[in-house]
């Protein structure tokens, strides 16, 4: 094999913020997939930012990867789209244990590559090279591919990229790559910028888990009123401090109920081959408590991350914690997008 490095290889990742940097970068939308590194010839590999093999969960990409240059080296994202907006449930769904449900996803959701990085092509090093010049011969490179491939936009004009922002959020962006124009790839090191959305929502305390040490909170399971009327679970709450924590949790004590997420409505503790042995044990308090949180994603009715609170609201009437506050952008989708 005649890469000039070996895999598996550590990724160049990114840190978050809400500002957006000066100086002399290159602008990308933020993909919500799989990082992952494509690496062509006799061989064939896909990694995961983690360094693991990723192509036996999809082997609808080797035909794909195999069409690259020999020697080439291609970092990117694996997506899976349903109505032509990213979903990170259905390409999460991907990773399975059994073969024969592999074969059977590979033809229901199958995945796409989006290529936003070249590290080698045909055996030469590009590693040590600027982003700017990597980027001119990745867009080469990116001519000669079709589907499943597809380049990301790039843009190092920042107006446009503030207005991609809000335009490719749509198309399930969750913000804005910023890459040093000049830099080289430098491997596990958070040398480029991502700009992240970020709102706030009302929402009801409609339980708790307890903390691991016992009579503090761990965390607040947060619910909206559905068009139902029912309490529908949509993400959790933590990062208090130990003194916040034993004090919320002695304030909840008295609010304990029998239930409070609607029978129909989607409840917290449900048992996944993601969650394992863990402990998904609650307690069901009286909706009423208010709280104000700050969100980045959401997914299939839930907020992706755990939220940030910022403070209680007793002066919001609990009725008002409805679906609705949830903004659902409209615009571009997947397939627009990647061939700005």
């Not at 590693?127 to 936009?153: D, H, I, K, Q």
């Not at 913000?175 to 480029?192: D, E, N, T, W």
């Not at 409505?265 to 104000?292: F, M, N, Y």
């Amino acid at each position: 094999m005649s890469w000039p490095f070996p895999p598996p290889i550590e990724t160049m990742e990114a840190k978050v913020t809400e500002t957006w940097p000066t100086g002399k970068f290159a602008y990308e939308p933020k993909w919500d997939g799989f990082r992952s590194v494509s690496w062509s010839g006799v061989s064939p590999r896909l990694d995961s930012r983690n360094q693991r093999p990723l192509l036996r969960y999809f082997p609808e990409l080797t035909e794909a990867i195999s069409a690259l240059p020999a020697n080439t080296v291609v970092d990117g994202e694996v997506v899976v789209t349903i109505d032509d907006v990213t979903n990170f449930d259905a390409l999460q769904q991907r990773i399975h244990p059994a073969v024969s449900r592999i074969k059977l996803l590979s033809k229901e959701t199958p995945a796409q590559l989006v290529a936003f990085d070249l590290l080698a092509l045909e055996g030469e090093d590009l590693r040590s090279l600027p982003f700017s010049e990597r980027r001119a011969r990745l867009v080469e490179l990116s001519s000669r591919l079709s589907y499943p491939w597809n380049l990301t936009p790039s843009t190092t004009d920042e107006l446009t990229a503030r207005r991609w922002f809000d335009e490719f959020e749509p198309a399930g962006c969750d913000g804005i790559i910023a890459k040093p124009l000049g830099q080289g790839y430098v491997h596990g090191k958070r040398a480029m910028i991502k700009i992240k959305h970020r709102r706030t929502v009302d929402c009801l305390v409609g339980g708790y888990r307890e903390h691991k040490d016992g009579g503090k909170i761990g965390s607040l399971l947060l619910g909206l009123y559905n068009d139902q009327g029912e309490l529908h679970f949509i993400g959790h709450c933590s990062g208090f401090g130990d003194v916040d924590r034993a004090k919320i949790f002695e304030r909840f004590q008295q609010l304990r109920s029998e239930g409070s997420f609607g029978e129909e409505a989607r409840a917290p503790g449900a048992i996944s081959r993601w969650t394992g042995d863990k402990d998904l044990s609650w307690v069901p308090v009286q909706p009423g408590v208010v709280v104000e949180v700050s969100y980045d994603q959401l997914e299939e009715g839930r907020f992706r991350h755990a939220t940030r609170f910022h403070r209680w609201r007793p002066d919001k009437d609990p009725a008002s914690c409805t679906m609705d506050q949830l903004e659902r952008p409209a615009g571009m989708g997947f397939g627009e997008v990647v061939k700005v």
